[in-house]
Structure formats: structure tokens, C-alpha cells
């Protein structure tokens, strides 16, 4: 029976800035108003959300690095704000971007430095830094300053730092930004390669192919508040936009189509342009299995040229609801 | 100490020299300024019709501003640089306390400001040929420890306030040359006015420097290099107590704040 690796109730997070020399004034931010989710062991569960929706903050609450304003938090059982340092021994997190690595060091150097950080035994160390660096495939220049790696190269370090000291659970806050297509795929094939080890994942991102890829649910949040919580698939479904069919076909054939498609009794658009030597039909529905039975025939008896279908991706999905709750 | 702090401290020491003490700007407040203090200082003598230099005023002088400077400077500017570069952050929330990383990284600070005083007492054996015959050798290698320990728990205490926010930190700086002024870095204490002559009582550094200069001199009895030891080791040891209790405040008042990613 797998158990919760985290459980957030009521998350809040104020942050209070005074401005001003002589009239010192008040200013505060809300950047989590109220969340609530639970991630099971095991589980890779993405957060995804505009810039200042507070993903990252939420990310820093669950790692000890900021405290909550109101609600609970609890990372492997244990509180966040009360079991601090038992916390810290059993997570690991890397936040995007190039920052938080001694650039003057060469990359087996930090790892050694936060091996220390994190209390490792010289020989376990000695064991990991070296099976880390080849996982993330900087085993060849583990000697070089940091200050000369790549951000993709930087970012892979993130990772093996995070995962020095074996944690159970990860955060990983935009891995992928910065990272080439290449080096990106290679970076979710080690994500999914942590979550088939055993080890809960947390992934924040703006790529919606990456959570779609990798995540088993995805909640999204904007202004500090969860919009949706659910798996790729359910969270699909809750669009109720159209379809879009895009078919290539010989104009003589046009007619029988058209035909067929009447029986939907106007409930799809059509539109006709030409593609020399053919003609290109666009189709937008709300009933695509429907249209998919009647496009049948004409695929078996090989009269389509070209199909095309644009389902709803879970970027729609996060555009309608971000850009719904903006409207 | 057991095992794992000692690897901890060893690690920290090397990560610290190779990051900031070897740094241009570091071996500038380690060398170059002690070096135009001292230098300026041993010149003015001869100018004076000194055959030597004033080797407490002038030549300790000059090395104990290095340290101090370097102290200032280097401990306040780790934690700007930590927060500029997203690893003061890693550090809070590794399972190690930004406590320890901050004494051990003072220490190194301290240690390699020593640098600073040897150079200058080289410079005035081999260039203004300073006889040492008559040094109480013992006396200055004990005050020259508390003025290590006396420096390391104010630095210590300091680099809280770099912690806290980047504006406290900036103030700290502004510190190194008051210190110098009302310690006697350069000049006896004696010349300083009452007020200030009570200030410098609250700083280990003062009790311990007036010890080591009367060592260098050669004139001091043990009762008195115990006053002085005994009030440099109480108030460092003061200075500790008061850097650990805002240590584990700060420590909570920034992740409330979230000051430490703020760049």
C-alpha cells in the first residue's frame, strides 16, 4: 500500500516588504493563498502555473527553505516547520536556472563540498559522485570549473547534487529550462528513471509536453490558489472545445464526403481551400469519433490522402484555465 | 569533534581558500592595503628620525588592519556572493547548519589574514632591520591567538547581519574602519578620548592587542597578560553566545522573509 509522501492542507504564504526611509510603509504579497494537494510515494506529480503563481514558493515551503504563513505541511510524514532537520536529511531539490553552484569549483568539487553538506561517509561519496556524474553525463568534464559548463551542463549537475545523499523524494523546479531538445529528453529519461527506482518526484514546469510526458497528475495553480488537480488524461476531458480534422483528398472525391458528413446535421465546420494537386479539407467538431466512423470508408478504400487530427492538448487545458480564471 | 565535523571543517577550509581567499580582491585586503598602511607608517618614522620603525604601532599596526579588513570585507561579501549565486539557499537547507559553514568559513578568513601580520613583520626584520631580541616570544604567540579567537567570534557574529538582509549586511561594513580607530590598531589606546577608550572594553580584540604590543616590547608581567587574556577569552566567548542566539533567530526570520534568494 503506497503512503503519502506529501500532504499540503491549506497552504499560505504572505510575504510582508517594508519600503521607504523616513514613512516606512507596509507592502504585502500573497503568493499562495490556499493550496491543497497530496503526492503518493512513488508518484510523479507536476505542478504546473504561470510566472508568480507560486509554484516555486511552494517548492522552497516543502524544502524547508521558507516557512508557511498558514496551513500544514507534511514531507514524509514528518512537519516542515517542527521536523526541520530530519526533513532536509531526506529530500533532495534543484531549482532552474544556472544559479546555486561555486563556479570557481569544478563539478566533482561541488558534489564533494554538498556531499560534506549533507554528511555522507568519505567512501559512500567516493561510491556515488562518480555513478552520478555518468548519470548525468558529465563524467568527461567532472574536472572542469563550472563556470565553463553550459546551463544544460549546469542543470545536469543540479541533478546529481540533489541526489548526492539517495533522498526519497525530489523536487525538481524547471529542470529542463535552458536545456537544448537533446540534452532535454535525456534529463526526462533520468526523471522517469528516478520514479522507477522508487523515488517520489515533484516537478514544476512551463513545458506542458514535458508534464504530459512524465507526470502521473498534474495540479495546476494560478495567483496562489489550485485551479485543477487530476491525471493528463482526466484533465483532458475537461475540455469541451472542438476537434480539428485536417484531410487531403481528390476534388472528385469532395462530394461523397460532403455527403457522408451530412448526417451530422451541421454540427461540425467545414472548409474547403485547394492543395494542387488536391484539395485540402479542414473539419472542426465536437463529436470527433463520430466524424472518425464516417471518414472510415474512405481511409479503407484509400480516397484520403492525408489525415491529420489535433486533439486537445494539455496545453489547451492550461490556457483555458489560467485564461479563464484571468477573464 | 567527532569524524564528520572534521571532514566538514577541512572541506569548507578548501572550498573557502580556493573560492575567496585566493581571489584577487581578497589578496588585495590581505597584502596590498596592510602593506601601504605599514609601509606609509615605517617611512614617516625614518621621516621623523626614527632609525627603525615603530614595530607595534607601525608594523602590527598595519597587519592587524589587513586581518581585520579582510575579515570584514570577505565575511560579508561570502554571504552576498552565496545569495547572489542561489547557494545560500542550498546551504540553509542542507541538514548542516549555516551557523557552522559561517564559523568555519570565518576561520579561514581570520586564519589566512595571519598572512597579512607575517608579511609585515617580514617586511620590517628584512627591510627596516628590526631587532626582535627582546620579544616576550611566548606572550605574542598567545595574544596573537586571542586576537584570532577574539576576531573569529566577532566575524562570526557579523556575518549574521549579511544573513538577515542585504542592507544590514552593507552597515557591517562600515564598521572596519571604527574598529580599527577605537582598538589602537596603529596608535596607543591612550591617546584616544575617554568615550572611546570605553567602547574599545567591549571588543576581545583591543584587550588581546594591547597584550601582544606589550609582548612585542618585552615589558609585561603574567598578571597582567592574564588580565588581558582573561578579558579578550570572556568577551570573544560573549561574542559567541551572542552569534549563536541571533544566528538561530535569523535563521527563522529569513525563511519567513524569503531574503535569501533576494538578489
Given at each position: 500500500m503506497k503512503h503519502c509522501a506529501i500532504d499540503v492542507k491549506n497552504l499560505q504564504k504572505v510575504f510582508t516588504t517594508r519600503i521607504g526611509f523616513w514613512s516606512r510603509k507596509t507592502k504585502t504579497t500573497m503568493a499562495v493563498e490556499d493550496i491543497s494537494f497530496q503526492v503518493q510515494e512513488g508518484e510523479l506529480f507536476g505542478l504546473l502555473g504561470p510566472n508568480g503563481a507560486g509554484k516555486t514558493t511552494t517548492v522552497k515551503i516543502l524544502s524547508t527553505i521558507l516557512l508557511p504563513t498558514a496551513g500544514s505541511v507534511s514531507v514524509l510524514g514528518m512537519d516542515v516547520v517542527s521536523d526541520t532537520r530530519a526533513v532536509r536529511e531526506r529530500i533532495g531539490f534543484t531549482f532552474g536556472g544556472a544559479r546555486g553552484l561555486y563556479g570557481r569549483l569544478s563539478g566533482r568539487d561541488n558534489l564533494r563540498y554538498f556531499a560534506e553538506l549533507y554528511g555522507l561517509e568519505p567512501?559512500?561519496?567516493?561510491?556515488?559522485?562518480?555513478?552520478?556524474?555518468?548519470?548525468?553525463?558529465?563524467?568527461?568534464?567532472?574536472?572542469?570549473?563550472?563556470?565553463?559548463?553550459?546551463?544544460?551542463?549546469?542543470?545536469?549537475?543540479?541533478?546529481?547534487?540533489?541526489?548526492?545523499?539517495?533522498?526519497?523524494?525530489?523536487?525538481?523546479?524547471?529542470?529542463?529550462?535552458?536545456?537544448?531538445?537533446?540534452?532535454?529528453?535525456?534529463?526526462?529519461?533520468?526523471?522517469?528513471?528516478?520514479?522507477?527506482?522508487?523515488?517520489?518526484?515533484?516537478?514544476?514546469?512551463?513545458?506542458?509536453?514535458?508534464?504530459?510526458?512524465?507526470?502521473?497528475?498534474?495540479?495546476?495553480?494560478?495567483?496562489?490558489?489550485?485551479?485543477?488537480?487530476?491525471?493528463?488524461?482526466?484533465?483532458?476531458?475537461r475540455i469541451t472545445g472542438d476537434t480539428l480534422f485536417e484531410i487531403e483528398m481528390k476534388a472528385e472525391d469532395l462530394p461523397a464526403l460532403q455527403g457522408q458528413l451530412d448526417s451530422l446535421n451541421g454540427r461540425l465546420s467545414l472548409e474547403v481551400t485547394d492543395s494542387y494537386p488536391n484539395k485540402k479539407v479542414s473539419i472542426r467538431t465536437a463529436q470527433p469519433e463520430r466524424v472518425m466512423q464516417l471518414l472510415s470508408p474512405f481511409l479503407s478504400e484509400q480516397r484520403i490522402q492525408g489525415l491529420e487530427v489535433h486533439p486537445h492538448t494539455l496545453e489547451d487545458v492550461y490556457v483555458s484555465i489560467v485564461q479563464g480564471e484571468s477573464s | 569533534m567527532n569524524a564528520r565535523w572534521l571532514r566538514l571543517f577541512w572541506r569548507q577550509v578548501d572550498v573557502q581558500l580556493r573560492i575567496r581567499t585566493f581571489d584577487p580582491y581578497s589578496l588585495l585586503l590581505f597584502f596590498l592595503q596592510p602593506a601601504i598602511f605599514s609601509g606609509v607608517g615605517m617611512v614617516l618614522s625614518r621621516a621623523a628620525g626614527?632609525?627603525?620603525?615603530?614595530?607595534?604601532?607601525?608594523?602590527?599596526?598595519?597587519?592587524?588592519?589587513?586581518?581585520?579588513?579582510?575579515?570584514?570585507?570577505?565575511?560579508?561579501?561570502?554571504?552576498?556572493?552565496?545569495?547572489?549565486?542561489?547557494?545560500?539557499?542550498?546551504?540553509?537547507?542542507?541538514?548542516?547548519?549555516?551557523?557552522?559553514?559561517?564559523?568555519?568559513?570565518?576561520?579561514?578568513?581570520?586564519?589566512?589574514?595571519?598572512?597579512?601580520?607575517?608579511?609585515?613583520?617580514?617586511?620590517?626584520?628584512?627591510?627596516?632591520?628590526?631587532?626582535?631580541?627582546?620579544?616576550?616570544?611566548?606572550?605574542?604567540?598567545?595574544?596573537?591567538?586571542?586576537?584570532?579567537?577574539?576576531?573569529?567570534?566577532?566575524?562570526?557574529?557579523?556575518?549574521?547581519?549579511?544573513?538577515?538582509?542585504?542592507?544590514?549586511?552593507?552597515?557591517?561594513?562600515?564598521?572596519?574602519?571604527?574598529?580599527?580607530?577605537?582598538?589602537?590598531?596603529?596608535?596607543?589606546?591612550?591617546?584616544?578620548?575617554?568615550?572611546?577608550?570605553?567602547?574599545?572594553?567591549?571588543?576581545?580584540?583591543?584587550?588581546?592587542?594591547?597584550a601582544l604590543d606589550t609582548a612585542l616590547l618585552g615589558t609585561g608581567g603574567i598578571e597582567y597578560y592574564l588580565r588581558q587574556w582573561g578579558m579578550a577569552l570572556a568577551l570573544s566567548l560573549l561574542f559567541w553566545g551572542l552569534a549563536h542566539w541571533l544566528g538561530l533567530k535569523i535563521h527563522d526570520r529569513i525563511r519567513v522573509s524569503g531574503e535569501m534568494s533576494a538578489i
Open positions: 567512501a559512500l561519496s567516493r561510491q556515488r559522485i562518480p555513478e552520478l556524474l555518468e548519470l548525468v553525463g558529465l563524467a568527461g568534464r567532472s574536472g572542469d570549473r563550472v563556470e565553463t559548463y553550459s546551463s544544460g551542463m549546469q542543470q545536469r549537475l543540479h541533478l546529481a547534487r540533489a541526489l548526492l545523499h539517495d533522498p526519497e523524494l525530489v523536487y525538481l523546479d524547471e529542470p529542463t529550462v535552458g536545456i537544448d531538445p537533446v540534452g532535454a529528453r535525456e534529463l526526462r529519461r533520468t526523471i522517469k528513471g528516478l520514479v522507477a527506482c522508487g523515488k517520489t518526484v515533484l516537478l514544476t514546469t512551463h513545458y506542458m509536453a514535458e508534464a504530459e510526458e512524465l507526470c502521473d497528475r498534474i495540479a495546476i495553480i494560478d495567483k496562489g490558489r489550485l485551479m485543477a488537480l487530476d491525471t493528463p488524461a482526466a484533465l483532458k476531458k | 626614527q632609525a627603525q620603525p615603530d614595530l607595534v604601532y607601525t608594523v602590527i599596526g598595519g597587519g592587524m588592519l589587513g586581518m581585520w579588513s579582510g575579515l570584514v570585507f570577505t565575511s560579508t561579501f561570502d554571504i552576498t556572493r552565496d545569495r547572489r549565486d542561489g547557494t545560500l539557499e542550498l546551504i540553509v537547507a542542507s541538514p548542516t547548519s549555516l551557523a557552522m559553514v559561517e564559523a568555519v568559513r570565518t576561520f579561514t578568513n581570520v586564519v589566512a589574514g595571519l598572512a597579512s601580520m607575517a608579511a609585515a613583520v617580514a617586511a620590517a626584520v628584512f627591510l627596516f632591520d628590526y631587532p626582535l631580541a627582546s620579544v616576550d616570544l611566548p606572550g605574542a604567540l598567545v595574544s596573537l591567538g586571542m586576537i584570532v579567537f577574539g576576531m573569529w567570534s566577532i566575524g562570526v557574529f557579523l556575518a549574521n547581519f549579511p544573513v538577515w538582509s542585504r542592507i544590514t549586511g552593507s552597515y557591517v561594513e562600515f564598521l572596519e574602519i571604527p574598529v580599527a580607530l577605537v582598538c589602537g590598531f596603529m596608535y596607543p589606546i591612550g591617546i584616544l578620548p575617554g568615550w572611546m577608550q570605553a567602547i574599545s572594553t567591549a571588543i576581545p580584540i583591543r584587550w588581546a592587542l594591547e
